[in-house]
């Protein structure tokens, strides 16, 4: 009886224990990112993994020296990645461990193969983010040609950037102002402050350039993510622009335009607060990288996803989201 109660507590534990999912995030201190987490201990859940989260509190190096104290032989390992400095040293370790790794956040501008074998990427890419977001800008531009309210014969733009010394930050804001060039719009650039992506911080940031430049002289806010733009939008509030359904209504209004879809912005495009931003999905980031650790040894990884699969590296395509079709000619009402 004690044998076949042994066996038994093997071959169950055979079927519904699973290892150990380790996820080392650069920080979690955005909303975005607690999306993830929030999305990606319910899917380790279902699937009968356990799932431990260390936050590296925006140090790149706290992050790697908690992986480097943290990791063991054969553990799956999520890490976020922001600044390259350390993710070769990263790898290196999870290699020394025969880990499998998948990578999530900015972009990586090295082949990660190169440093490890049993390593993924798994994102949005950086350019299609940026190209999407002008495909909004344009269309409302295209729906309101009369946007230059002051008669300077430029677009007053106000951009609320990331991090200074992010690739991601550059790449959003540059093919912007190139798109502008590319098309021939005049813009006038208030400001590129870095405002770390942060929601605080960008409110502050646009309430100096609203009293530094008149609310009457900012004819749009481009921000490279979603927190950064709802700052900006509490500011307007507060001068009564861009309240609930301002667009439909003929109230006051500057078009504002953001990057994530974090729900907040979601809302905030459905009440005709903001006007667009560009969904990465966080359900969809979290599902692709369990099926990697699912099918870890698939040979043909493409047949199992629904994105493109290239050199250990899967992009979510961004999707635009905005209700520019039904504004209305009164939006620019004062």
């Not at 502008?180 to 208030?190: Q, S």
């Not at 749009?220 to 209504?249: Q, T, W």
Request: glycine share 4%.
């Amino acid at each position: 009886k004690c044998i076949l109660a042994l066996i038994f507590l093997l071959l169950s534990s055979s079927v519904y224990a699973k290892e150990e999912i380790k996820a080392f995030f650069y920080t979690t201190n955005s909303v975005f990112m607690d999306h993830v987490k929030t999305t990606l201990s319910k899917m380790a859940k279902q699937r009968n993994y356990t799932i431990s989260f260390f936050d590296g509190d925006g140090d790149p190096k706290k992050q790697y020296d908690q992986l480097r104290n943290h990791i063991s032989i054969g553990d799956l390992v999520v890490i976020s990645i922001s600044e390259e400095e350390y993710l070769e040293k990263m790898l290196k370790a999870a290699r020394e461990h025969d880990a499998r790794v998948v990578l999530f956040g900015s972009s990586p501008s090295a082949n990660i193969a190169k440093y490890y074998d049993k390593a993924w990427y798994v994102g949005f890419e950086i350019f299609d983010s940026a190209r999407k977001q002008f495909s909004l800008i344009s269309k409302y531009l295209s729906r309101f040609p009369r946007y230059d309210k002051n008669a300077n014969g430029f677009l007053d733009v106000v951009f609320l950037q990331g991090r200074e010394n992010e690739f991601s930050t550059h790449v959003r804001t540059q093919v912007i102002v190139e798109s502008f060039e590319k098309y021939g719009i005049k813009v006038n650039p208030l400001s590129y402050n870095y405002d770390d992506y942060s929601y605080s911080l960008a409110y502050d940031d646009f309430n100096e350039q609203l009293r530094k430049h008149g609310i009457e002289n900012i004819e749009m806010v481009i921000s490279n993510n979603d927190s950064m733009a709802l700052g900006a939008i509490k500011a307007l509030n507060e001068r009564k622009y861009n309240r609930p359904h301002s667009f439909f209504n003929g109230h006051r209004h500057i078009p504002v335009f953001g990057v994530d879809g974090i729900t907040d912005a979601l809302r905030s495009v459905d009440a005709g607060m903001m006007t667009g931003t560009v969904i990465a999905d966080y359900s969809a980031l979290s599902r692709v990288i369990m099926m990697i650790f699912q099918n870890a040894n698939s040979e043909d990884f493409q047949k199992i996803v629904w994105y493109k699969t290239e050199e250990r590296t899967i992009f979510i395509p961004y999707r635009e989201f905005s209700k520019i079709k039904v504004y209305n000619a009164h939006s620019h009402k004062r």
